[in-house]
């Protein structure tokens, strides 16, 4: 029976690699169908927006269940805030530092210099401000409280869900043994969304061809030839930030290998390359980061908490495209100026994290506010902002991971034994239901030894 068990795993898993085999000859497909027919490429846009539509759709009741589940098995409310206080602290400090990393880099390739605007580019650029519009602090904390308790999961929005669900969770750990059977319920509506989400990855090729094909016949290679500057010396920042700063921080803190950790969440990686936005890959990082040894409290606070407010690539890129546009211009901004700004743009950014295209309108949006000039600039960078977005997604991704990681070890709710075995790829994750069956709510080793070897037969 158990080999019998493991060799039904075995072969699942193969067919979900090959799944993901699919989806990057998809890209390549895309690449070439916007090149040689640009026309029929552009038409293909629907398809790709389909796909992320159709993973947005499953954002809400993802967050709702693993933030119940996790908040109302937790036996003490100091716990919970414990957890999501180290969180904020933590997401404020890295945004900082991916700041000032974006700034000095910044200011060192003088990216912008020598380039000139045009009477388009400059209708672009006021085009994305309008679209931005002006988002105070008031408005903000505003936004985060929904319609009715109901439309949180309805509309989509993250942070308002993150609310209902904080709100459900702490009702039922008050409830004790009178809520237990309503948290079995959420559980197995959890398994249920997961195993909606595994069907609907069965997509990915689709998506990923007509986003693919649809973004290169809209932009060719005239733009990215011109701009290639500006790319490689955001990707190389973003590279840079994730393997040096993070990755010295995980092992320094936690003893993990950021590359282990990052080869282990290489599938995500390559959803989101083809996506171009991390919430695509947000309901299997929460799977994944609780198979990995992260207790389930953990993970439900920290990974959505981490996608509004822990923005490392979208701060490295707002700090070098505002330099670029500013350069661009022959206007420079002062080292002040640049601080003040940035520090506005990132707080407007909050809740706008793995939103295709968030960061354009954010960056338009801060320049309206504090250097109007400035806007026209913004048209120089939407032919290759889809690129761009596809770096800061994938930084914000990493950025997330590695907290999560770092905040279990901090609390102790982190297996490290089990992180092992995981990331050597003795425990393998589960593709066809996304739920890890062994691996309990709490975390004690003396608790969680059964269920690794139930795991590993």
Same mark, same amino acid.
């Given at each position: 029976?158990?080999?019998?068990?493991?060799?039904?795993?075995?072969?699942?898993?193969?067919?979900?690699?090959?799944?993901?085999?699919?989806?990057?000859?998809?890209?390549?497909?895309?690449?070439?169908?916007?090149?040689?027919?640009?026309?029929?490429?552009?038409?293909?846009?629907?398809?790709?927006?389909?796909? +992320?539509? &159709?993973?947005?759709?499953?954002?809400?009741?993802?967050?709702?269940?693993?933030?119940?589940?996790?908040? /109302?098995?937790?036996?003490?409310?100091?716990?919970?805030?414990?957890?999501?206080?180290?969180?904020?602290?933590?997401?404020?400090?890295?945004?900082?530092?991916?700041?000032?990393?974006?700034?000095?880099?910044?200011?060192?390739?003088?990216?912008?210099?020598?380039?000139?605007?045009?009477?388009?580019?400059?209708?672009?650029?006021?085009?994305?401000?309008?679209?931005?519009?002006?988002?105070?602090?008031?408005?903000? &904390?505003?936004?985060?409280?929904?319609?009715?308790?109901?439309?949180?999961?309805?509309?989509?929005?993250?942070?308002?869900?993150?609310?209902?669900?904080?709100?459900?969770?702490?009702?039922?750990?008050?409830?004790?043994? !009178?809520?237990?059977?309503?948290?079995?319920?959420?559980?197995?509506?959890?398994?249920?969304?997961?195993?909606?989400?595994?069907?609907?990855?069965?997509?990915?090729?689709? /998506?990923?061809?007509?986003?693919?094909?649809?973004?290169?016949?809209?932009?060719?290679?005239?733009?990215?030839?011109?701009?290639?500057?500006?790319?490689?010396?955001?990707?190389?920042?973003?590279?840079?930030?994730? +393997?040096?700063?993070? /990755?010295?921080?995980?092992?320094? +803190?936690?003893?993990?290998?950021?590359?282990?950790?990052?080869?282990?969440?290489?599938?995500?990686?390559?959803?989101?390359?083809? @996506?171009?936005?991390?919430?695509?890959?947000?309901?299997?990082?929460?799977?994944?980061?609780?198979?990995? /040894? !992260?207790?389930?409290?953990?993970?439900?606070?920290?990974?959505?908490?981490?996608?509004?407010?822990?923005?490392?690539?979208?701060? %490295?890129?707002?700090?070098?495209?505002?330099?670029?546009?500013?350069?661009?211009?022959?206007?420079?901004?002062?080292?002040?100026?640049?601080?003040?700004?940035?520090?506005?743009?990132?707080?407007?950014?909050?809740?706008?994290?793995?939103?295709?295209?968030?960061?354009?309108?954010?960056?338009?949006?801060?320049?309206?506010?504090?250097?109007?000039?400035?806007?026209?600039?913004?048209?120089? %960078?939407?032919?290759?902002?889809?690129?761009?977005? =596809?770096?800061?997604?994938?930084?914000?991704?990493?950025?997330?991971?590695?907290?999560? +990681?770092?905040?279990?070890?901090? @609390?102790?709710?982190?297996?490290?034994?089990?992180?092992? =075995?995981?990331?050597?790829?003795?425990?393998?994750?589960?593709?066809?239901?996304?739920?890890?069956?062994?691996?309990?709510?709490?975390?004690?080793?003396?608790?969680?030894?059964?269920?690794?070897?139930?795991?590993?037969?």
């Amino acid at each position: 029976m158990t080999t019998t068990t493991a060799g039904v795993r075995t072969r699942r898993s193969d067919r979900t690699h090959f799944l993901y085999l699919a989806v990057i000859a998809a890209v390549l497909g895309g690449i070439a169908v916007g090149l040689l027919a640009p026309g029929f490429a552009v038409e293909l846009k629907p398809v790709g927006t389909g796909f +992320v539509n &159709l993973i947005k759709m499953m954002i809400s009741p993802v967050i709702f269940c693993t933030i119940v589940l996790g908040v /109302g098995s937790v036996t003490k409310a100091a716990k919970v805030g414990r957890v999501g206080g180290l969180a904020l602290g933590y997401f404020l400090v890295m945004s900082t530092a991916a700041l000032g990393i974006g700034l000095v880099v910044g200011n060192l390739i003088d990216p912008g210099s020598g380039l000139h605007l045009t009477a388009a580019l400059a209708k672009s650029g006021h085009a994305q401000a309008a679209t931005a519009g002006a988002t105070g602090t008031a408005d903000f &904390l505003l936004g985060i409280i929904p319609t009715t308790m109901f439309s949180a999961l309805t509309e989509g929005k993250v942070l308002q869900t993150l609310l209902v669900a904080l709100l459900a969770g702490f009702a039922l750990q008050a409830m004790g043994s !009178v809520g237990a059977p309503v948290l079995r319920g959420v559980e197995h509506l959890q398994r249920l969304v997961f195993r909606i989400m595994s069907m609907i990855m069965w997509l990915a090729p689709v /998506g990923a061809f007509g986003a693919m094909a649809a973004v290169v016949g809209a932009t060719g290679t005239a733009a990215l030839k011109s701009l290639a500057m500006i790319m490689i010396g955001f990707y190389t920042t973003c590279a840079i930030f994730v +393997v040096v700063v993070l /990755g010295l921080l995980l092992r320094l +803190v936690a003893g993990v290998n950021v590359f282990a950790l990052l080869r282990y969440l290489g599938r995500e990686f390559l959803l989101i390359l083809s @996506t171009s936005s991390s919430e695509s890959a947000l309901p299997r990082l929460i799977a994944k980061m609780e198979h990995v /040894g !992260v207790s389930r409290p953990v993970v439900g606070i920290t990974v959505p908490t981490g996608y509004s407010f822990n923005l490392d690539g979208t701060a %490295i890129y707002l700090t070098m495209a505002s330099i670029f546009i500013s350069e661009a211009l022959d206007k420079p901004m002062p080292l002040g100026q640049q601080l003040s700004l940035l520090v506005f743009m990132v707080i407007a950014s909050k809740g706008a994290a793995g939103v295709t295209g968030a960061g354009l309108a954010t960056l338009a949006g801060g320049l309206q506010s504090h250097r109007p000039e400035l806007v026209d600039g913004v048209g120089l %960078i939407v032919g290759i902002d889809r690129f761009m977005s =596809e770096a800061r997604a994938l930084t914000n991704f990493a950025g997330n991971a590695v907290a999560t +990681v770092l905040i279990g070890h901090w @609390t102790k709710e982190l297996d490290h034994d089990r992180m092992r =075995e995981v990331l050597a790829g003795r425990l393998p994750f589960d593709e066809t239901t996304l739920v890890d069956t062994g691996h309990t709510t709490e975390l004690p080793a003396q608790q969680e030894a059964p269920g690794l070897e139930k795991t590993a037969a």
